[in-house]
């Protein structure tokens, strides 16, 4: 099996303790996004086990919303018709090490 293609990255945002990625809607999203919220501390969640396993029909999920929270994290992830948005509380060095897993899920270079 190759590679999985990075998501495309459409627009970020962020203050004193909160960020935002607009992420492109496509099926691999969840297999990202299982790795993503394991290297954020959400090893043996419900839905991490789900989207690696069996991940559910990303076209189902429209204007939905699903949280995350432990101590050190607390994200929104809103699926919309077209992107998923990410949402993210966290203090400043762990939102540093939330824009290395953006970039190891999104390609930052296209608009």
Same mark, same amino acid.
């Given at each position: 099996?190759?590679?999985?293609?990075?998501?495309?990255?459409?627009?970020?945002?962020?203050?004193?303790?909160?960020?935002?990625?607009? $992420? &492109? !809607?496509?099926? /691999? @999203?969840?297999?990202? #996004?299982? =790795?993503?919220?394991?290297?954020?501390?959400?090893?043996?969640?419900?839905?991490?086990?789900?989207?690696?396993?069996?991940?559910?029909? $990303? &076209? !189902?999920?429209? /204007? @939905?919303?699903?949280? #995350?929270? =432990?101590?050190?994290?607390?994200?929104?992830?809103?699926?919309?018709?077209?992107?998923?948005?990410?949402?993210?509380?966290?203090?400043?060095?762990?939102?540093?090490?939330?824009?290395?897993?953006?970039?190891?899920?999104?390609?930052?270079?296209?608009?």
């Amino acid at each position: 099996m190759g590679m999985i293609k990075k998501l495309k990255l459409s627009g970020t945002g962020n203050s004193d303790r909160r960020s935002f990625y607009m $992420i &492109e !809607k496509k099926q /691999d @999203f969840f297999s990202f #996004f299982a =790795n993503f919220l394991i290297n954020c501390g959400f090893n043996g969640n419900l839905y991490v086990d789900e989207y690696q396993e069996d991940p559910p029909k $990303i &076209e !189902k999920f429209i /204007d @939905f919303q699903e949280h #995350f929270k =432990n101590k050190d994290y607390d994200i929104d992830v809103i699926f919309g018709k077209e992107k998923i948005i990410l949402i993210i509380r966290a203090n400043k060095k762990n939102l540093e090490h939330i824009k290395r897993g953006i970039k190891n899920m999104c390609d930052l270079n296209s608009n």
